[in-house]
Every structure is written in C-alpha cells, then in structure tokens.
C-alpha cells in the first residue's frame, strides 16, 4: 500500500498544549497561567527559561507568541535574525526574547532598551518580559545590565526529556504527518542520531520528505536508504 502524499506543512506549529513537558511541567504551567486571559497584562514579573539545546526553548516562546497573538494581543520578538531591532511599541502587552546568548551588541542594546521599557513604562501598565537562552543568566555572554536584569524574576532550567518522552513526541509528530513510527524505529532513531529533540524532529521532517518521494514505509532500511542518498 502507497503512503498518502500529505503535506509536511500539515504538521501543527509549537502549542503549550503539544509541548511534551517531561520534568519541565512547573515551566509550563508558570506559562499557561501567565497568557490566559490576557495573562501578559496580569503577569508583570520577568520570566527566564534556559537550557541546552533541545529543551524546548524555542517551542515554549513560540507556543506563548501564538496564543498571545491569538488573544489579539500585540508582542514585540527578538531573536539574533534580526540584525536591526524596531524601538520599544507602546502597544505591545509582553515583550520575548529569544536565544539571547547570540545578541550582538545592537540587539543587546535593544533588548535592555525594551526590557526597561516594558517593566517602567512610560504609557500603561507593566508588560511581561519572556526571555529563553542556553545558559542561566549570571553565565551569559552579555552586558551586564541586560544580563543582571534577565535574572530578576522568575528562572527556569529547562530539563532534557526521557526515552519515554522523546518517544511520545515522535509518535505525535508523525501522527500528525499521517505517518506511523515503529517501535524498532524509534529505537534505531534514538541510539543512532543525536538526541535532543530538535534534531530528531528535523530527521523525521527529512524522512516524512523521502517516504513520500520513494513511495515507501517508514522502516529502517529507508532510514539508511535516505543516508546513503539512495
């Protein structure tokens, strides 16, 4: 039987609701509460996420943009892309910083312009600052005032997830894929390639890409099939 064509793009973007927290669930309920109902307005108090690559630092800025977006709230975003920052918006309800361990000395400025801004502003009530990086703040390569500040509320360090995690995960992304992960895949995909999740979902993004150009099942030996270029 032919596996169905269905676009990768079907797959859902970062949800607080998909986020497989793990170990990391104080992390996520200190987030769900902070953007319900308007809650970036209500929650004033800086948040800081940190933890290596793969944590699910990026899915938990992300999931929190979208919901607040959804809520028809207005937030400002930085992340090191962004190689000329806008001034602080006096609209915006939460400010969100992104992989701030790589800010050049132009988003640094930026980022402590707005994060003073957000937190004493000169127009309406304070605004939530969300911030994530790899390190915990006293570590980061950055100026100190930012750096002192990034510390101020609430800190968390985001934990790697389990086996059993990992696996749910996987099984989710491909479900949504309209795919189906065997359990000796997902054992062959986690003692053979590198383990945070951000990788592993990148080689599932490339295997969903080659079963439907092969026509094939997902199975081992299309995983090394796609390796060797076949």
């Given amino acids: 039987m032919k596996q169905l064509a269905l676009d990768i793009g079907l797959a859902s973007g970062p949800t607080l609701e998909n986020f497989q927290p793990g170990s990391n669930a104080q992390a996520l309920q200190h987030l769900r ?5 308007a809650g970036a307005l209500r929650s004033p108090v800086p948040t800081y996420l940190w933890g290596l690559p793969g ?10 943009y ?5 809520q028809g709230v207005l937030v400002g975003w930085l992340d090191p892309g962004m190689r000329w920052p806008t001034s602080f918006d006096e609209r915006w309800a939460a400010v969100l910083l992104h992989d701030v361990q790589h800010y050049s000395e132009a988003q640094q400025a930026a980022a402590f312009n707005w994060f003073i801004n957000a937190i004493d502003p000169a127009v309406g009530p304070p605004r939530w600052v969300l911030a994530a990086g790899d390190l915990p703040p006293a570590d980061l390569p950055l100026r100190e005032d930012l750096r ?7 800190v968390f360090q985001l934990q790697p997830l389990g086996d059993e995690d990992l696996r749910a995960v996987l099984r989710r992304q491909a479900s949504e894929r309209g795919m189906v992960l065997a359990g000796e895949v997902l054992d062959y995909m986690l003692n053979h390639f590198s383990r945070d999740l951000g990788s592993l979902a990148q080689l599932l993004d490339r295997l969903d890409a080659f079963a439907l150009q092969t026509q094939r099942a997902l199975t081992i030996p299309l995983i090394k099939s796609m390796l060797q270029g076949d």
Wanted: glycine share 12%.
């Fill in 33 to 37: 509460l902070a953007v319900g109902e």
């Fill in 55 to 64: 944590t699910g630092k990026s899915h938990l800025l992300r999931a929190v």
């Fill in 66 to 70: 979208e919901a607040l977006r959804a």
């Fill in 148 to 154: 002192s500040r990034l510390a101020w509320g609430h």
